[in-house]
T-cell receptor
Framework: GQQLNQSPQSMFIQEGEDVSMNCTSSSIFNTWLWYKQDPGEGPVLLIALYKAGELTSNGRLTAQFGITRKDSFLNISASIPSDVGIYFCAAPDPFGNQFYFGTGTSLTVIP | DVKVTQSSRYLVKRTGEKVFLECVQDMDHENMFWYRQDPGLGLRLIYFSYDVKMKEKGDIPEGYSVSREKKERFSLILESASTNQTSMYLC???????????FGQGTRLTVV
């Protein structure tokens, strides 16, 4: 199935730094989702976005639904060691029941 | 909170065995999905179901079948397990089209 283009693939940052990652697509979506997955666990939903231009926060996480509806961004402020994991974006197919997923961003936080 | 529960966290099965992976969701969601996740390949859709007794093939259905007899339960069946089916299996559910998906905790299956 189609995959979303997610970047960067991996990040190594110092504790306390801010993090940014993004997802792009050639297709328009009505919903953008961001998940975090810890090793050996299932993905956990962080933020759901439903409207172009929408900016939504969840604690230190902020995500935006791009105005073109073809992209989304996730920012993590003041990173801490427990932010370590793989973050990936997802978007439901507007015309079907399936989901498209980004390839994931692996985040390492150095204390 | 939505809860999606997979019956096993870890399974070890022998080649040729019939394997059942069970998934239950507690939020009356219409859609349920089975994915497998492998390093470098991301999440790949095996099957999904949008209603009781309804199923649709995903990207990699070969070697798998599914059953949805009740709305809350979606089972993945490996008819004759093979070593190339060693993987992390993830179940997910969503209310309707264009809404978020919620995942179970995953089942790490090893076929020996």
């Amino acid at each position: 199935g189609q995959q979303l283009n997610q970047s960067p693939q991996s990040m190594f940052i110092q504790e306390g730094e801010d993090v940014s990652m993004n997802c792009t697509s050639s297709s328009i979506f009505n919903t953008w989702l961001w998940y975090k997955q810890d090793p050996g666990e299932g993905p956990v939903l962080l933020i759901a976005l439903y409207k172009a231009g929408e900016l939504t926060s969840n604690g230190r996480l902020t995500a935006q639904f791009g105005i073109t509806r073809k992209d989304s961004f996730l920012n993590i402020s003041a990173s801490i060691p427990s932010d370590v994991g793989i973050y990936f974006c997802a978007a439901p197919d507007p015309f079907g029941n399936q989901f498209y997923f980004g390839t994931g961003t692996s985040l390492t936080v150095i204390p | 909170d939505v809860k999606v529960t997979q019956s096993s966290r870890y399974l070890v099965k022998r080649t040729g065995e019939k394997v059942f992976l069970e998934c239950v969701q507690d939020m009356d969601h219409e859609n349920m999905f089975w994915y497998r996740q492998d390093p470098g390949l991301g999440l790949r859709l095996i099957y999904f179901s949008y209603d009781v007794k309804m199923k649709e093939k995903g990207d990699i259905p070969e070697g798998y079948s599914v059953s949805r007899e009740k709305k809350e339960r979606f089972s993945l069946i490996l008819e004759s397990a093979s070593t190339n089916q060693t993987s992390m299996y993830l179940c997910a559910s969503s209310l309707v089209r264009n809404t978020e998906a919620f995942f179970g905790q995953g089942t790490r299956l090893t076929v020996v």
